[in-house]
């Protein structure tokens, strides 16, 4: 496992994953072609987004969020509002507010499409990575480049600016997918694997490529046995499995919008959070023995 920031950043998602998990926090997988030197595709991807219905014109009231922030930052807060979006920093670089409300704008777009309803951004941007560890309440944010907190998400700002402009798209989609819909109750295969799902949809970005880490395994004979546990997500874990188990969980979640249609995944999640994931997979004629013989088949066919 590599711990040293510029390790993660240059050494491929593994990395960086394992450093996010260690913190605590809900992290995005970040493949080597969202860092610098990678693949530059198009930045116009989605990026800030969070919860609740649009107010007048869609921009999201300060509220308490900035309220928090204002205590704290004084003088040096600075906020920019979006179509739908509101994007507060500190002390930030001229641009970086204006860009972020540009993308949270595209993001609510885009996520509500995924979600079927209206989604609004709050984007917090504190000047260090040790104003954004106190905002979130965690002791570490070494090696995260956005956080979902508290219906809001919380950029680091140093490792972000860091990141190709569509890395930065990625984490941020992924992030914010959880902030929208949630994550109590269910596996966290589901709710990593379906935030991957909102991040890598408009990516452009072949299975394989995405998923490089598991399709070396696949293409070397070594199929998944099964979904991947709570424990392949849990601080600590190998860092080379930590990056398989997110692409296993994602592929499991493409599996399903690909052969039962997006709205179904959507309703699939919602249910799950209701009555719990098996429950909601037998409801559909797919217990979690079927789906897991059938994403097997798929991943094999996807990554081989």
């Known amino acids: 496992m590599l711990l040293v920031l510029t390790a993660a950043l240059t050494g491929g998602p593994d990395a960086l994953l394992a450093r996010e998990r260690a913190a605590g926090a809900q992290p995005a997988p970040v493949p080597a072609q969202w860092l610098p030197g990678g693949d530059p595709r198009s930045s116009e991807r989605p990026a800030a987004i969070g919860p609740g219905e649009p107010e007048q014109g869609g921009v999201p009231e300060e509220g308490e969020p900035v309220a928090e922030v204002r205590a704290l930052w004084g003088d040096g807060l600075d906020v920019v509002r979006g179509e739908r979006s509101l994007v507060a920093g500190?002390?930030?670089?001229?641009?970086?507010?204006?860009?972020?409300?540009?993308?949270?704008?595209?993001?609510?777009?885009?996520?509500?499409?995924?979600?079927?309803?209206?989604?609004?951004?709050?984007?917090?941007v504190p000047a260090s990575a040790a104003e954004a560890a106190g905002l979130a309440g965690v002791a570490s944010v070494d090696g995260l480049a956005a956080v979902a907190d508290d219906g809001r998400v919380i950029v680091v700002p140093e490792q972000f600016a860091r990141l190709t402009p569509v890395g930065r798209d990625v984490v941020l989609a992924h992030e914010l997918t959880h902030v929208a819909a949630g994550t109590e109750g269910l596996p966290v295969w589901l709710y990593e694997g379906f935030a991957d799902y909102v991040a890598y949809r408009d990516a452009g970005l072949p299975a394989r490529t995405a998923a490089a880490e598991l399709a070396a395994e696949v293409r070397a004979g070594r199929l998944p046995g099964g979904l991947p546990e709570?424990?392949?997500?849990?601080?600590?874990?190998?860092?080379?499995?930590?990056?398989?188990?997110?692409?296993?969980?994602?592929?499991?979640?493409?599996?399903?919008?690909?052969?039962?249609?997006?709205?179904?995944?959507?309703?699939?999640?919602?249910?799950?959070?209701?009555?719990?994931?098996?429950?909601?997979?037998?409801?559909?004629?797919?217990?979690?023995?079927?789906?897991?013989?059938?994403?097997?088949?798929?991943?094999?066919?996807?990554?081989a």
């Open 230 to 303: 709570a424990a392949d997500f849990a601080p600590g874990a190998d860092a080379g499995r930590l990056a398989r188990a997110y692409q296993e969980a994602w592929l499991a979640c493409r599996f399903l919008a690909a052969h039962l249609g997006e709205e179904t995944l959507v309703r699939l999640y919602r249910d799950a959070q209701t009555y719990g994931a098996d429950r909601a997979l037998a409801s559909l004629g797919l217990p979690t023995g079927t789906l897991t013989e059938r994403w097997r088949a798929y991943v094999r066919d996807q990554l």
């Open 90 to 124: 500190h002390d930030a670089p001229p641009g970086l507010l204006e860009d972020l409300a540009r993308r949270a704008d595209t993001a609510g777009r885009r996520v509500g499409g995924v979600l079927g309803g209206p989604v609004r951004a709050v984007v917090l």
